[in-house]
């Protein structure tokens, strides 16, 4: 079976992670050791931060 892509960078992931405070769980056991609540907390702050991005105008 083949893995899936992520569509996050892992610097990405990283950063979210220490945001919102269980980087140091990434850290002792990967991604696969966080809790579910907090993967979904992950995943909507991206999708925040994507949107804002999208409705914000160009910088010049």
Avoid at 41 to 59: D, F, G
Wanted: proline share 3%.
């Amino acid at each position: 079976m083949s893995r899936r892509r992520s569509v996050m960078s892992e610097q990405f992931k990283a950063e979210l992670a220490k945001d919102l405070g269980f980087y140091d769980t990434v850290q002792r056991e990967g991604w696969g050791g966080i809790r579910a609540k907090d993967a979904g907390n992950l995943v909507k702050r991206a999708i925040e931060l994507a949107q804002r991005s999208m409705t914000q105008p160009p910088q010049a």
